[in-house]
């Protein structure tokens, strides 16, 4: 995409955890900014990019070390305001003429408050309830003195500098972290930095509409656009947009592999033809992908299997299409940050992860990605900007590998008949009961193992199932949902009253970490 015409913001990221916080809260204040690591970021860089005001973040290394990551110098000379953050404060004052030291019984983690000076300060304005306000920190280092032009506007017990600023160059500069939940006010500083920067909050998702449509039209000119559509919020946003802008010059592709939940296929379908009139192919391929999967029962393989058979299926029906010179893929912007990692080496393989996202580069396809600036909450608000019905934006995430990976041990059509059944039963519970916008994600497992039962006078032995639901934000971590006893034992009477095939229902209370979301 090309550049962004909006009031940009820079954050320059020396690798603390918590960047894309930062980035979370001026987006939320309609500000456009973007998440650089300090390795990327020379003076030719910011010259470029032409920010109207930069931040820099925290991160785990300390200033006194050789060696340790800096700005480039020119950064202090744009005339823009600028935000340091921890290590962005420490980093600020070292290259300013201050000095930082190395925290001998002064480090601080978790709560802290910081009490106010008696001078105002327009970056703290509105900010302090009692002159005093709770803070996360979590700095070894601290400032030891603070360089020329800087005064001090609020302190801690072990950060006396805690908030810093030379108001003639609008520079400041803060030991804590604002982001954070735990800085509850933290979002308030924010807005303050924005304003004294003269951001206009021009970040609105009409306007990144008419940017994106026009984009994607100057990239794609009158050639062909692909895209691989799951149903799931961002490749439907991104086929919706994509074809605002260039019409029938897009066709989607939807494979079915046989492993959707009940009426996914035909719902996902309807709505995009019906709704959209997007010329739509509905790839049926149940049988190549559970033939394929017949007699697998390693969660690795079944998962290798069918991001290997998608990715065939995908450029067979692409091949189709004459003209196709580009792909259209819902990357978002988490998935594009390069965020600075200090931990090193490849991270453990989990699981195989495969989506419509992922398809390779080496199809020879042009990438048309229009959701790459956007967060996942953007991608909805984009979505509703879109007149996209609330039910498909606000729809529970669906792994690529679908209910393969809900169905541990063997695949047979048999189980998956049964497993769609329940999941429906438990679906409908949820709705029933009103749940389902608080729960992050909810299904149904079936399990490798047939109970006995008895029902009537008769014994039964039959398949039991697992019901799992779970509140997440990024789904990284997860906890159980705590469901009342009468939702559980009625939804367990209904599925096993209305699912031929389950005799027994038990619910996973086990979080993640240790568990995952999903059963493999
Ligand atoms: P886990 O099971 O790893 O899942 O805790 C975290 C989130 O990712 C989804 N998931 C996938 N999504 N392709 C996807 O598009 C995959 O291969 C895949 N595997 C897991 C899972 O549903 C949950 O939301």
Redesign the pocket.
């Known amino acids: 995409m090309t550049k962004s015409t909006h009031d940009r913001l820079l954050i320059i990221d020396f690798g603390s955890q918590v960047t894309q916080l930062i980035a979370r809260r001026l987006r939320e204040l309609n500000v456009y900014c973007e998440v650089h690591p300090f390795q990327n970021v020379t003076e030719k860089f910011i010259i470029n990019f032409e920010p109207k005001a930069i931040i820099f973040s925290g991160g785990p290394a300390s200033v006194i070390d050789k060696d340790s990551p800096r700005p480039p110098k020119a950064a202090f000379d744009f005339g823009v305001p600028i935000l340091g953050i921890c290590y962005g404060q420490q980093v600020m004052m070292e290259m300013l003429g201050g000095k930082v030291e190395r925290g001998h019984g002064t480090a601080e983690f978790g709560r802290a408050y910081v009490t106010s000076s008696a001078q105002n300060l327009d970056l703290i304005e509105n900010w302090f309830e009692n002159d005093r306000e709770q803070v996360w920190m979590s700095h070894g280092d601290h400032v030891s003195q603070i360089a020329p032009g800087f005064e001090v506007y609020g302190t801690s017990p072990n950060a006396p500098f805690a908030i810093i600023a030379d108001t003639d160059r609008r520079f400041y500069a803060v030991q804590f972290h604002p982001e954070v939940h735990h800085t509850p006010s933290g979002a308030k500083l924010y807005e303050n930095f924005v304003r004294v920067a003269g951001f206009s909050g021009d970040w609105t998702m009409g306007a990144y509409r008419e940017q994106a449509i026009d984009t994607i039209r100057k990239e794609v000119g009158d050639k062909k656009v692909i895209c691989g559509l799951?149903g799931?919020v961002d490749s439907s946003v991104t086929a919706v947009l994509v074809h605002e802008a260039i019409g029938d010059q897009l066709t989607c592709v939807f494979v079915d592999h046989g492993l959707l939940r009940k009426n996914e296929a035909s719902e996902v379908v309807r709505m995009f033809r019906e709704n959209y009139h997007m010329p739509l192919i509905n790839a049926q391929e149940e049988e190549l992908f559970l033939g394929a999967l017949e007699g697998q029962s390693d969660p690795e393989t079944k998962?290798k299997i069918i991001?290997g058979l998608f990715i065939d299926v995908f450029q067979k029906y692409a091949d189709q299409i004459e003209g196709a010179e580009f792909l259209a893929q819902g990357t978002l912007y988490p998935d594009v940050i390069e965020s600075v990692s200090f931990s090193g080496g490849p991270s453990v393989t989990?699981?195989?992860?495969?989506?419509v996202?992922g398809l390779p580069g080496k199809m020879g396809l042009k990438l048309v990605e229009p959701l790459r600036d956007l967060f996942k909450d953007e991608v909805r608000a984009l979505g509703h900007e879109l007149g996209l019905p609330d039910s498909f934006i606000g729809r529970h995430?669906?792994?690529?590998?679908g209910l393969a990976?809900r169905c541990p041990g063997e695949i047979t059509r048999q189980k998956l008949d049964i497993l769609r059944e329940a999941d429906a039963v438990f679906i409908d519970q949820i709705q029933r009961y009103r749940l389902y916008d608080d729960i992050?994600?909810a299904f149904v497992v079936i399990l490798p193992v047939r109970t006995v039962g008895v029902m009537g006078d008769g014994r039964t032995y039959d398949f039991a199932c697992v019901l799992r639901a779970v509140t997440?934000v990024d789904?990284?971590t997860?906890d159980y949902y705590p469901f009342s006893h009468e939702f559980l034992g009625e939804t367990a009477t209904r599925i096993i009253n209305e699912v031929q095939g389950i005799n027994r229902v038990t619910y996973d209370i086990t979080s993640?970490p240790p568990g995952?979301?999903?059963w493999e």
Do not use: C, D, L, V
């Open positions: 799951s799931g998962r991001g989990i699981k195989s992860h495969h989506n996202g995430p669906f792994p690529g590998p990976i992050w994600q997440s789904g990284m997860a993640k995952t979301i999903e």
